[in-house]
């Protein structure tokens, strides 16, 4: 059974920091690239960052760039994002993604940015 299981969320501050993890079951994670996507109320889903399957290219969203940090662990089958000096406009439901043959997606985890 393919499980994304996403965690980490919650209520922040602007100018604070959150780490979200994305942990994968039931598919080799390894042979998989893996996208952050996120999605504000009433808006469409929108790709945050994504990294390869092994890690070496990366590439993230102009609104995250500088703030954000994507990486994986394919030993803990986890992907990671390191959230930085956080806006209220990043204020979402992020999503984790699976990528390669078939896509997978986890169910969400809140973050809110509010003072």
């Known amino acids: 059974q393919v499980q994304l299981v996403e965690s980490g969320g919650g209520l922040v501050q602007p100018g604070g920091s959150l780490r979200l993890s994305c942990a994968c079951s039931g598919f080799p994670f390894s042979s998989y690239s893996m996208n952050w996507y996120h999605q504000a109320p009433g808006k469409e889903r929108e790709l945050v960052a994504s990294i390869s399957r092994d890690g070496r290219r990366i590439n993230y969203a102009d609104s995250v760039k500088g703030r954000f940090t994507i990486s994986r662990d394919n030993a803990k089958n986890t992907l990671y994002l390191q959230m930085n000096s956080l806006k209220p406009e990043d204020t979402a439901v992020y999503y984790c993604?699976?990528?390669?043959?078939?896509?997978?997606w986890g169910q969400g985890t809140q973050v809110t940015v509010s003072s």
């Open positions: 993604k699976a990528r390669a043959f078939l896509e997978y």
